[in-house]
C-alpha cells in the first residue's frame, strides 16, 4: 500500500492516527442529524412507534433506508479507519474480526446516544490497547479485560431485566395508587 493511502499519525510513537479526528467528527454529524434536524425527529419517531409515524405521515419504509445507508457509511468509515490506519497491510488476519460485538457492547454501554457512545468506545478502546500492554509488562492475562466488559455489561443490562422480570416500576415513575374497595354494607348504609 502506498504512504499517501495511509492515514497520518496524530502522535509519532502511539497507534492514534487521523482516524479519530474522523470518528469524532461522525459523532457531531450524527448527534446533529439525530438531535437538531427534521430526519432525526423522524428517524425516533419510527423508532419510538412506527405505526403512529405512519398515521402522522412519515414515510416508515424510507426512513428504515436511510437508516441503514447512514449506518453502513459509518461502518464503512469504520473499516477504512481500521485499513488504512491501524492495520496497513490490507485485509488479512490482523483484523479484529469481533469489532462488529464490541460495537454492541459500546451502543449498550453509551445508551445509544452519540455521546455516551463517544465516551464508551474509547473505554473499551482503553481496554484493548491496555491490555496486550498489561500482559507484557506485569504478566496479566489478557482474558480479565474480556472479564471487565463483561461485568460491565452485566450491570447496565441487569437493572431492565430485573424490573420486568419481578414486575417493578421504572426509577422516577409515580407510584401507582391502589383502589380500595369498599365493603358492600357499607355500600347499603351509605345510601
Not at 24 to 35: E, N, Q, S, T, Y
Not at 60 to 71: E, G
Not at 161 to 174: D, E, H, M, N, T
Amino acid at each position: 500500500m502506498k504512504d499517501s493511502a495511509i492515514l497520518f499519525d496524530l502522535f509519532p510513537g502511539y497507534n492514534l492516527h487521523f482516524g479519530f479526528i474522523l470518528s469524532l467528527a461522525c459523532v457531531v454529524l450524527v448527534w446533529w442529524i439525530l438531535d437538531r434536524s427534521s430526519l432525526g425527529f423522524q428517524f425516533r419517531a419510527v423508532g419510538l412507534n412506527p405505526k403512529a409515524a405512519r398515521v402522522a405521515g412519515i414515510n416508515v419504509n424510507a426512513m428504515y433506508v436511510y437508516a441503514m445507508l447512514i449506518a453502513g457509511g459509518l461502518v464503512g468509515l469504520a473499516g477504512v479507519d481500521q485499513v488504512l490506519g491501524t492495520v496497513t497491510t490490507g485485509f488479512s488476519a490482523g483484523i479484529d474480526a469481533g469489532i462488529g460485538f464490541d460495537a454492541i457492547t459500546v451502543a449498550l454501554l453509551g445508551g445509544s446516544n452519540p455521546w455516551g457512545i463517544l465516551a464508551a468506545g474509547i473505554l473499551f478502546g482503553a481496554f484493548k490497547a491496555g491490555g496486550f500492554s498489561m500482559q507484557a509488562a506485569e504478566g496479566v492475562p489478557i482474558d480479565i479485560v474480556l472479564v471487565v466488559q463483561s461485568l460491565i455489561v452485566l450491570f447496565i443490562a441487569a437493572p431492565p431485566l430485573v424490573r420486568a422480570i419481578f414486575r417493578l416500576p421504572q426509577p422516577g415513575s409515580k407510584p401507582r395508587k391502589k383502589r380500595t374497595r369498599t365493603a358492600p354494607q357499607e355500600e347499603v348504609a351509605a345510601k
